[in-house]
């Protein structure tokens, strides 16, 4: 089954935005990971920065990096901001939080935005390793909000991208075993809390004549790292008896969008979305995202030096 493209390079960015350096350690595969500790500059050194003004200069740094770094994957309306402990902490690849919005934004030339936050957990600060493929040397939760409209959802479905997601579905269809549809001119309506898709289906490979109209509505809830549909509405011309295809249809779409399977390089990825509502012809999405090492990566990083 294909998937839509994952956002790994905007996650990578945000992810290891703030690179850092930590003392070596080692430890047993078995054994639980041991993050290294985050230490800071001094209340003291913190104060002589500031009023020097190497905390105000490094700060203004941090910032055109990240917001260089975030053009090469979001175009749009974007604000972002990072703020450090000290400036000698930046040099320590440290930093305090890292926060990004947007509005009507594009995030790889393929995922539209009306409106998108992010921003981590201010207990966990971002703390990465150096070099040239910086890693985070300890997890780091974020808050991510995204807001998706009709014209939004239908930009993506009509896309070069989007058209690959529903050409060559595979479904299951019992007695008849895998089947390959395509979605032909599909339109995204967002309403009365609902999510409703009208399209054309088709074998693939079968003449245009031969498709059938169908159209599908439902209710979209959050399950864990993906989103459900459910209650659903289907019509397709020539089927009295849809209960079957509705339950293709649900595991399918539940399938589609599992943000499970994003990846950032050598991190693991955990998303639980919290919630999600359909209001004003727009799709509100609320969503915890936890980024942490992977345990061979960051023993790699952490190895003593001989």
Do not use: C, W
């Not at 947007?102 to 981590?120: A, C, M, R, W």
């Amino acid at each position: 089954m294909k998937r839509p493209a994952k956002l790994t390079a905007l996650m990578t960015s945000l992810a290891v935005g703030a690179s850092i350096l930590a003392p070596g350690l080692g430890f047993a595969e078995k054994d639980p990971i041991v993050y290294p500790e985050l230490k800071t500059a001094s209340a003291f050194s913190r104060v002589l920065q500031t009023i020097t003004g190497i905390t105000p200069v490094s700060s203004l740094v941090a910032n055109r990096l990240l917001k260089r770094e975030l053009r090469r994957h979001v175009k749009g309306d974007l604000q972002s901001r990072v703020t450090l402990f000290s400036g000698t902490d930046l040099l320590g690849r440290k930093a305090r939080d890292i926060s990004i919005s947007g509005k009507n934004v594009l995030v790889d030339d393929y995922i539209p935005l009306t409106e998108f936050s992010f921003q981590n957990e201010s207990d966990m600060p971002l703390y990465a390793s150096k070099g040239s493929r910086p890693i985070l040397l300890r997890p780091v939760r974020f808050k991510v909000s995204a807001t998706m409209t009709e014209a939004d959802m239908n930009r993506l479905l009509t896309s070069e991208k989007g058209r690959k997601l529903l050409t060559g579905m595979k479904v299951t269809i019992p007695p008849f075993g895998p089947q390959f549809f395509d979605m032909i001119n599909p339109s995204v309506t967002l309403e009365n809390g609902r999510f409703s898709l009208a399209s054309v289906m088709n074998t693939q490979g079968s003449p245009i004549e031969d498709a059938l109209p169908i159209k599908v509505s439902g209710k979209i809830a959050p399950d864990k790292s993906s989103l459900s549909l459910s209650d659903l509405d289907l019509q397709i011309e020539g089927f009295r008896n849809t209960k079957d295809i509705e339950q293709l249809i649900e595991n399918y779409f539940s399938e589609l969008v599992d943000l499970n399977h994003l990846k950032v390089d050598r991190h693991k990825v955990k998303i639980a979305i919290e919630k999600s509502d359909v209001v004003n012809h727009r799709l509100n999405l609320e969503a915890t995202v936890t980024v942490e090492p992977e345990r061979k990566a960051l023993q790699k990083v952490l190895k003593p030096k001989s």
